[in-house]
């Protein structure tokens, strides 16, 4: 977001919302706002008596749109997965190896500096912290999401609907299991035995997400493929 766009955010954060438009657009301002200061600051940081400094309110205006700092994350979350999903989708061509789709996957949801970190604590903390109505809202976003992507990884993969949707959440779960392990301490200045980097080199996400995908896309292929003639 540029400078022009901050200034005007801000501005239509200070004048007073009388209307359903100009409170949907104060909402999303601060979106903007605390999705910029997100990225900068990562989730334990994140503070919205600083987010509030930063959008030029008050903090007890900020509770007016979100309950809580975690359903301020989960629609963090949500924007984030559904502009995440558009870039994806966009980037798959037919054919598709399991290799390319995997690895498709994987490059841009990374691109997304917003994504990842939220839906790796989005179910053991973020979703603990919001409304059941406000949840179930939630759920059924991620529901149009996965029926999108099965739809596409369908098409390229040329798998059933069935065995696409089950890649498609399989491929979620792997993805924030293989990049849990990149969370650690950041050790590249260090100088570390040969044995440490050798070991930490075999939990990088990357490769860890590309080999184990392959497998599981191959497996749900033949799961369903009919037995050959003996």
Do not use: C
């Not at 989005?122 to 992507?149: D, G, P, T, W």
């Amino acid at each position: 977001m540029g400078d022009k766009a901050v200034v005007s955010g801000i501005v239509a954060i200070n004048q007073r919302a009388r209307s359903a438009e100009q409170k949907a657009l104060r909402r999303q301002v601060v979106l903007e706002v605390a999705e910029t200061y997100f990225r900068e600051v990562g989730y334990e940081a994140f503070s919205m008596a600083q987010l509030a400094k930063k959008a030029g309110l008050v903090k007890g205006t900020l509770y007016l749109y979100f309950t809580t700092r975690e359903e301020l994350f989960l629609t963090l979350y949500e924007q984030s997965l559904m502009r995440w999903g558009q870039v994806f989708i966009g980037s798959l061509s037919e054919p598709m190896t399991s290799r390319a789709y995997a690895e498709r996957l994987y490059s841009t949801a990374l691109m997304d500096g917003a994504f990842l970190p939220l839906l790796i604590r989005l179910e053991h903390v973020i979703e603990h912290n919001v409304s059941i109505s406000r949840l179930i809202q939630s759920k059924r976003v991620f529901i149009r999401q996965v029926e999108a992507f099965a739809e596409a990884t369908s098409t390229v993969l040329q798998l059933s609907e069935a065995q696409a949707r089950e890649v498609v959440k399989t491929m979620g779960v792997l993805l924030i299991g293989a990049t849990r392990s990149d969370q650690g301490p950041s050790l590249d200045n260090e100088a570390l035995p040969q044995d440490v980097q050798a070991l930490i080199a075999s939990f990088a996400s990357e490769p860890l997400f590309i080999k184990n995908a392959v497998r599981i896309i191959e497996g749900i292929r033949a799961e369903a493929a009919p037995p050959s003639n003996q």
